[in-house]
Each structure stands twice: as C-alpha cells, then as structure tokens.
Nanobody
C-alpha cells in the first residue's frame, strides 16, 4: 500500500487543522491505520490509530480530547482532526497502515507501512 499524507501547514496556537492520508494498493478496509509524529530532535511517537471498521480508536495521552481520528473506507482515506493546537504539537506527521494489526489496537509492534510526512508547525 502507498500512503500520501497532506494537510500540514503553519498555524497559530489554538487553531485547528485536518490532516488527510489517501491510501492506494490493497483494500483499505483490511488495514488498521493511524498517525505518528516526530518533533525536531525527538523520537517518533504514536499519535492515534483506528480499527478497520472505525469501531475502536486509540490516542496518545497528549492529544486526547483535542485530536480525532476517522476514516472513510469508500475513499481509502484516514483523517486526523486536530483542534486547540499547541506549539508542542509541532512535528512531521506520518500516516501508517498495517493489515496484520489487531483491531483491538493493543499491538505495540511497529506499523508495517509508512507514508511520507506532512509538516505541522504551531506558532505561539
């Protein structure tokens, strides 16, 4: 599968932004998909994931209540709605996909497929 992320940009603290990630290749619904991010000088970290039918979602504590992940299987796209953005959300955001991951979202192994990143910069 190929993953193409978009929607990054420069915003001010408190603003909102929606990231999109379009997938091609195998049937999108067979994948658990999600988002990671990497801030300058920091390790890549998990942000959010969503199960195949969108019945389960998972979030990092740092984004709970502010970010919402969703997916449109008909469009083979996963979204990340980011509200009340903070300067510490500044990072390159990567979409990920894995056809073997459990829909319980309790699997901590690395995701199999990674897209290119999209940069989100939040100014204070």
């Amino acid at each position: 599968v190929q993953l193409q992320a978009s929607g990054g940009g420069l915003v001010q603290a408190g603003d909102s932004l929606r990231l999109s990630c379009a997938a091609s290749g195998r049937t999108f619904i067979t994948y658990v998909v999600g988002w990671f991010r990497q801030a300058p000088g920091k390790e890549r970290e998990f942000v959010s994931a969503i199960s195949r039918s969108a019945g389960n979602t998972d979030y990092a504590d740092s984004v709970k209540g502010r970010f919402t992940i969703s997916r449109d299987n008909a469009k083979s796209t996963v979204y990340l709605q980011m509200n009340n953005l903070k300067p510490e959300d500044t990072a390159v955001y990567y979409c990920v996909a894995d056809p073997y991951r459990s829909s319980r979202l309790d699997d901590r192994r690395p995701f199999l497929y990674w897209g290119q990143g999209t940069l989100v910069t939040v100014s204070s």
